[in-house]
Nanobody, 124 residues
Framework: QVQLVESGGGLVQAGDSLRLSCAAS????????LGWFRQAPGKAREFVAA????????DYGDSVSGRFTISRDNAKNTVYLGMNSLKPEDTAVYYCAAKTGALLYRSASRYGYWGQGTQVTVSS
């Protein structure tokens, strides 16, 4: 019911900022909760942030809380991930994901729709 396409990744230096975008298409877009996950080589997929389209509630992983901001633009059917004070350990492929319902979850298994991912590399 929904297709997701991420963009905005790139190579940056530690301390820099970057904003990722996830463009969504499909019916009933407002009924989906959206999340961002990341996966580095040799590591498990990690929860980054989630947002409810219905109520505007947000949730963040402990490793990014205070540095990252998830937001949305309903008119553009787009969800964003603002990343500040980037660290080398933030280097990963970042994925946009969607799930039915408004409740927010941190488990990747709760999300049924995934984008192709965008690479973020932070050099020291």
């Amino acid at each position: 019911q929904v297709q997701l396409v991420e963009s905005g990744g790139g190579l940056v230096q530690a301390g820099d900022s970057l904003r990722l975008s996830c463009a969504a298409s499909g019916r009933s877009f407002s009924t989906y909760a959206l999340g961002w996950f990341r996966q580095a080589p040799g590591k498990a997929r990690e929860f980054v942030a989630a947002i409810s389209w219905s109520g505007g509630s947000t949730d963040y992983g402990d490793s990014v809380s205070g540095r990252f901001t998830i937001s949305r633009d309903n008119a553009k059917n787009t969800v964003y991930l603002g990343m500040n004070s980037l660290k080398p350990e933030d280097t990963a492929v970042y994925y946009c994901a969607a799930k039915t319902g408004a409740l927010l979850y941190r488990s990747a298994s709760r999300y049924g729709y995934w984008g192709q991912g965008t690479q973020v590399t932070v050099s020291s």
